[in-house]
Nanobody, 127 residues
């Protein structure tokens, strides 16, 4: 059974930065496409970023492009999301998600494409 555990969230001021981490266990991490989603109160869960199995390709939502960076360390079974220049509207619970794929450059944006999910980490940005 694959388990994903996020960490690194917190309460920050607008303009600050955070690094979110997601540690995986129970599977072959290097075969997983990993993604970050977020859900703000009263809103649907939305795609934030995805990173391919090797980390060679990434995809970002337009709202975070240029501010957020996804990376991964397959030796540590961990994926990261560096979040810079945070805005009040970035306030949400951030989830990591994963799915196994045979394709090294595959990326997916839809939540239902990912069978494995973490419990989430809260990011709150104050003005």
């Amino acid at each position: 059974q694959v388990q994903l555990v996020e960490s690194g969230g917190g309460l920050v001021q607008a303009g600050d930065s955070l690094r979110l981490s997601c540690a995986a266990s129970g599977g072959t991490f290097s075969t997983y496409v990993m993604a970050w989603f977020r859900q703000a109160p009263g809103k649907e869960r939305e795609f934030v970023a995805a990173i391919s199995r090797t980390g060679s390709t990434t995809d970002y939502a337009d709202s975070v492009k240029g501010r957020f960076t996804a990376s991964r360390d397959n030796a540590r079974n961990t994926v990261y999301l560096q979040v810079n220049s945070l805005r009040v509207e970035d306030t949400a619970v951030y989830y990591c998600a994963g799915r196994s794929t045979a394709f090294s450059i595959s990326l997916y944006r839809l939540a239902h494409d990912y069978p494995y999910w973490g419990q989430g980490t809260q990011v709150t940005v104050a003005s």
